[in-house]
């Protein structure tokens, strides 16, 4: 099986790999990559724990194939925080325990920032259905919206 | 499995045309790569179409319709405040599928060319009356949304065949459309039932009107006694009942996890009149 020469940037950064065509976008930042903050929970869509930005939108990066990423802008779990600063967003997960084992944090904290990028002040329903694509199965989601929620406020103040 | 990205249409359709194995297209792949990942089909030819200049454009016709490229994403429908505008229903229908993460990536054309009975998206496109142009190695015809799918996971696509726009027709005065979806879940599942109203009002009165149903038949249904039971009438109680009861008519689901038979036909009424008093409150506002 012949490996397919793809060059994209992530977090800013001009990158290159090699990928078997079958890799999923997730299989290649973790293999190859070594940015291994996207997990994979399911592998098929349901979870959410892959959740990166590819052009600007928020995906599952299991159900892209990483020959599919040649050209792309792709952010990561690990682009968020600014050195060591936390983005408000980690920073609030933190302080409400919106999380346990931590496995689906990565993509609970992407898929927040697109929300907030997109709207600044969203409702509790908003922020629960924007993230029902994002599954978790030990904190429960109370905690999660109320950090969501949290970070929006501090944000907004800011601005 | 064999990659390819053509710049393209008629490079795709060559490239399909020779490959003599298993040959998928690849537009959002939320279908594609789960099947994928799943081992139920393993493409030895994976064709991307996204890199094809225009799959990405949503484009009003002279006549007022809309083109609809086949590498737009549900999130993309969604963000087009005056394709929004005119066919709702069509994109409420499309805004079901899946996650966020889904919309991301997810097309119209690839709900459709999946071909499930429970497609959330075609409803909505039958009772607009969308069509899609085909482009084969014979040439291109167009064709209505109702006639791609065959059979659950077949379409009427030839070997080579690949769809290369949905065109919306002109949405006109006085008109709206509407569609609803029956799961367990408020997100995140299959439709137990779907379905779509498309009307069109003079006054109070409605003059033409369109009815799709999903999930309840091996392919999706487009109901003419539906339409009938409205068409002349201002959406009275007795023209309700009248659309409930042929929606009902119409199904011939089969019973599984998701809904036993005997529920599915009576949810298909209640959705219908219910999906028809939207689309009337849209086309009055
Ligand atoms: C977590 C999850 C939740 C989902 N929820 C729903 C839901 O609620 N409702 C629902 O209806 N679906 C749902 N789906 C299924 C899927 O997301 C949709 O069917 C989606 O619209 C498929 O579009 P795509 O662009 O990703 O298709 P792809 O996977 O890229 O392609 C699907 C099929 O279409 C063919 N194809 C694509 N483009 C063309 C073309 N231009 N010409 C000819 N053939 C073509 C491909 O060969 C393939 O067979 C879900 C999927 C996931 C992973
Ligand atoms: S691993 Fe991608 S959605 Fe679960
Ligand atoms: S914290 Fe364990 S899955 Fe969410």
Redesign the interface.
Same mark, same amino acid.
């Given at each position: 099986m012949s490996k397919i020469h793809v060059q994209a940037t992530v977090n800013g950064d001009s990158v290159e790999f090699l990928a078997d065509p079958r890799e999923t976008l997730l299989d290649c930042l973790r293999d190859h990559l070594d940015l291994t903050g996207a997990k994979e929970g399911c592998g098929t869509g349901d979870c959410g724990a892959c959740s990166v930005m590819l052009n600007g939108r928020l995906v599952s990066s299991c159900l892209v194939l990483g020959v599919e990423a040649e050209g792309a802008e792709i952010s990561t779990i690990e682009g968020m925080a600014d050195g060591n600063e936390l983005h408000p967003l980690q920073r609030k997960f933190i302080e409400h325990a919106a999380l346990q084992c931590g496995f689906c944090t990565p993509g609970f904290l992407v898929a927040a920032k697109a929300l907030l990028e997109k709207n600044p002040d969203p409702s509790e329903s908003e922020i629960r259905f924007w993230l029902a694509g994002n599954l978790c199965r030990c904190t429960g989601y109370d905690k999660i919206v109320r950090a969501v929620q949290d970070a929006a406020a501090e944000m907004r103040g800011a601005a | 499995? $064999?990659?390819h990205?053509p710049a393209t249409f008629d490079e795709a359709i060559a490239i399909a045309a020779g490959a003599s194995g298993v040959t998928r297209y @690849?537009a959002?792949? %939320?279908d594609v @790569? &789960?099947q @994928? $990942?799943?081992g139920m089909v %393993?493409p030895d030819d994976?064709i991307?179409l996204?890199k094809i200049p225009g799959t990405h454009d949503i484009t009003r016709l002279p006549d007022g319709g809309w083109r609809i490229g086949i590498a737009v994403?549900g999130?993309e429908l969604g963000a087009h405040a005056e394709l929004v505008a005119d066919w709702p229903g069509v994109v409420e229908g499309m805004e079901l599928v !899946?996650? %966020?993460? &889904?919309q !991301? $990536?997810a097309t119209l054309t690839g709900n459709l060319c999946n071909g499930s009975p429970a497609a959330d998206s075609v409803p909505g496109l039958v009772a607009a009356g969308a069509t899609v142009t085909i482009q084969g190695p014979n040439g291109t015809r167009e064709l209505p949304v109702e006639q791609v799918p065959v059979k659950p996971g077949k379409t009427a696509l030839e070997p080579g065949e690949i769809i290369t726009a949905i065109t919306l027709p002109a949405r006109g005065k006085s008109a709206g459309d509407a569609y609803l979806r029956f799961i367990p879940r408020t997100?995140?599942d299959i439709a137990v039932v779907g379905c779509a109203v498309s009307l069109v009002l003079d006054g109070d009165k409605v003059t033409a009107a369109r009815i799709s149903l999903g999930a309840v038949a091996p392919t999706v249904l487009l109901v003419q006694d539906c339409a009938d039971a409205i068409i002349g009438t201002t959406l009275d109680d007795a023209a309700l009942d009248k659309l409930a009861a042929a929606a009902s008519a119409a199904a011939k689901p089969i019973s599984d996890k998701r809904g036993p038979k005997e529920f599915r036909v009576d949810v298909a009424g209640v959705l219908a009149r219910r999906a028809a008093k939207i689309a009337y409150e849209r086309a009055k506002a």
């Open positions: - | 499995m $064999r990659y990205a @690849l959002g792949g %939320t @790569l &789960v @994928l $990942r799943a %393993t994976l991307d996204k994403s999130a !899946g996650s %966020t993460q &889904v !991301g $990536r997100e995140m």
